[in-house]
């Protein structure tokens, strides 16, 4: 049976906090309807406690009524908890530092008094009915006994699933399996994991938790986030679902158009080589992996590009051979001639050299066409 995993896209919150990014009221209600019509199954959509503009992007996008649970972000604070009531939301994202020095620094609290802090706010939350997750900030560095006991504690206050999260992005696989593993062993309580990117390993790090016990996990699409973001929804629903066999109920197919629907609002564009999206994941230059494709695409394709709505695409370039350019050539009506191979090879070879880039369909059908004349040419001559 497949195992189902929950993800939270928090793009609309979290993904808003990258450098640069501001989403519009109407923005955020498109973003939030492309983001359901996709499969998300929840979706964070703001911080109700940062003042009226979000409030109104909030219940903007609790009016549309969509089929998927919709969460706002708060500090663990009445004034932030009350917000979110009166936007209409009906689950809450209430956030507490876990680790020593966030808590002391940040708040001026022991860890006595953040259980204090947990235990009040969510037994607040969830006696007005609400839907609470806790999230841990800075989990990744926090004591794990202490962590141990905000679970405990925000499980016995009525909250349904913790969140740990890497906030400053410094675990890495194999010491997110720890953590995650060792908290989910103690407790039944929902666990959720939050990956940062900074070291490059937010979607591996979202995997490994997941492996080791957690349900959910939190995502943007893109990887939209504050320094170098966050998990990225495509990547870990693509993922999921091709390596773990996992049912995250995401529509591959919508990711493309949902990841290029974002990067248009926020003004960034999406990397050639970015998995799962990127222009370039599923074009092949290399001769040898273009003709074993062409015969048997599970020689050189780890991810079918059909799950996610592409397709293989073969590009002419410097490393391109005979049958990759007989390939095009016969897409375009045109026979490569045997004794015009080595001279057709040659010159996409210089060519591409030359202009540091690949050879374009109707730029390789001309030179063809150009050896072609000229080697008519020469039969001519000798006549």
């Avoid at 194999?174 to 062993?185: G, K, N, P």
């Avoid at 490994?208 to 939209?224: K, Q």
């Avoid at 590009?315 to 080595?342: F, M, Q, W, Y």
């Amino acid at each position: 049976m497949e195992r189902q995993i929950f993800l939270n896209d928090t793009t609309l919150r979290d993904g808003e906090k990258a450098p640069g990014v501001a989403f519009t009221t109407a923005e955020k209600v498109g973003i939030a309807e492309s983001l359901a019509a996709a499969g998300v199954p929840e979706i964070e959509i703001g911080t109700p406690g940062m003042g009226a503009e979000e409030m109104e992007a909030v219940r903007a996008v609790v009016a549309l009524g969509l089929p998927v649970r919709l969460l706002t972000w708060c500090r663990m604070l009445s004034e932030d908890l009350d917000a979110a009531i009166e936007s209409g939301v009906p689950a809450v994202n209430l956030s507490l530092p876990a680790s020593d020095i966030q808590l002391t620094r940040k708040l001026s609290l022991d860890r006595a008094g953040a259980l204090e802090v947990v235990q009040r706010m969510v037994g607040h939350a969830a006696a007005r009915g609400l839907f609470v997750a806790v999230e841990c900030e800075d989990a990744s560095r926090a004591d794990r006994a202490h962590l141990a006991d905000v679970i405990e504690t925000a499980a016995r206050a009525g909250a349904s699933r913790v969140r740990l999260s890497d906030t400053i992005g410094v675990l890495d696989p194999f010491s997110t399996f720890d953590l995650v593993s060792e908290m989910a062993s103690q407790y039944l309580m929902d666990l959720e994991f939050q990956g940062r990117n900074d070291f490059g390993l937010a979607t591996a790090n979202t995997l490994a938790a997941i492996r080791a016990g957690a349900c959910h996990a939190s995502v943007t699409v893109g990887g939209l986030g504050e320094r170098a973001g966050n998990a990225t929804l495509e990547e870990v629903a693509a993922a999921l679902a091709v390596l773990d066999r996992a049912n995250t109920g995401i529509d591959l197919k919508a990711l493309p158009e949902l990841a290029a629907h974002v990067a248009r609002v926020a003004g960034r564009r999406i990397p050639a080589i970015k998995p799962v999206v990127g222009a370039d994941v599923f074009t092949q230059e290399t001769g040898l992996d273009i003709a074993e494709l062409l015969r048997e695409p599970c020689t050189y394709q780890g991810l079918d590009p059909a799950l996610v709505g592409r397709h293989h695409q073969a590009v002419i370039g410097k490393h391109s051979d005979a049958t990759a350019i007989a390939h095009v050539l016969k897409e375009k009506g045109r026979e490569l001639e045997p004794n015009l191979t080595a001279a057709i090879i040659a010159r996409v070879r210089s060519t591409a050299s030359e202009t540091k880039s690949t050879i374009a369909e109707a730029q390789l059908v001309k030179l063809y066409d150009e050896l072609c004349r000229a080697a008519s040419d020469r039969s001519l001559a000798k006549e």
